[in-house]
């Protein structure tokens, strides 16, 4: 079968449901793995250990997802508990149950050859850290605009004129022309650096905008994509093994869900299989 490294909230989509008991559930069971029997209330405990209230406003469809999420991590702690690392935390245990299906670590052949073969992720265009000062009203812009070139900081001025809002005319740094809103782009992108603009009117108010800093266009070295780029390969190892790890878990288990006993319209992956 070919390996595809999927996310966790997906997987449940290609859960192999199956049910060989016939017997009836008990009122309050709402799934069963293997022969362990899942309540309501065992549902209700996850939400709440998710900071989330099944009972007050959530639609049936984000009720069914999270649901649904809720069996695969069930799943995946039985799994745990055969191989006793079941207990803990939820989601420490199912990470180290991948981390254990993890067949290496991203060693340095790999890192480079992901260099030679994904070029354009390393090519950074031309960046610029900018500061900015958004008033009320076009008088006071022009007043801070006339202090600014007057030689006045950029911080004190932007201090008075946005009052204990301000943040001294804070930097955004490493902005490129795709990141700004398009009517300001060209506006600040023609700005050298230490250069002030014009006042700049937008719906919510008048900007007055500083390059503080441009950033050539380049290219990051082997050693500077690293990080990333290891980041990247860990990240679709751990998928893939969380891939064959569902897969592993759905063959050793059957699932069931029985969405009558379940107090809200279950539409999900389980729906009409019992």
């Not at 893939?240 to 969405?259: I, K, M, P, S, W």
């Amino acid at each position: 079968m070919k390996r595809r490294g999927v996310a966790a909230a997906t997987l449940v989509a290609g859960l192999t449901l199956a049910c060989t008991r016939a017997d009836t559930p008990a009122s309050d069971t709402v799934a069963r793995i293997g022969e362990r029997e899942l309540s309501y209330s065992d549902f209700e405990s996850y939400l709440e250990l998710n900071s989330l209230d099944g009972e007050v406003g959530l639609p049936s469809a984000v009720l069914t997802g999270l649901f649904d999420q809720f069996v695969l991590e069930e799943l995946l702690l039985e799994v745990a508990r055969a191989e006793g690392m079941g207990e803990g935390d939820r989601r420490r245990v199912v990470e180290r149950l991948v981390a254990r299906r993890v067949a290496q670590t991203v060693d340095e052949s790999a890192v480079a050859a992901y260099y030679r073969e994904h070029p354009k992720q390393f090519e950074l265009p031309e960046r610029i850290d900018l500061r900015q000062i958004l008033v009320n009203d076009r008088a006071t812009a022009e007043a801070a605009l006339a202090r600014l070139r007057a030689g006045e900081s950029f911080a004190a001025v932007a201090a008075d004129a946005e009052g204990e809002d301000s943040r001294g005319g804070w930097i955004q740094e490493g902005l490129t022309s795709d990141s700004l809103p398009p009517a300001f782009a060209e506006t600040i992108f023609a700005l050298e650096s230490g250069e002030i603009s014009e006042i700049v009117e937008a719906d919510y108010g008048f900007f007055l905008f500083e390059v503080s800093e441009r950033h050539a266009a380049q290219e990051l070295s082997l050693v500077q994509a690293t990080p990333r780029i290891r980041a990247t390969l860990e990240r679709e190892a751990a998928d893939r093994a969380l891939g064959d790890l569902v897969e592993e878990a759905t063959g050793r288990y059957n699932v069931a869900v029985f969405e009558q006993n379940l107090p809200f319209d279950y539409l999900g992956t389980y729906r009409s299989k019992v």
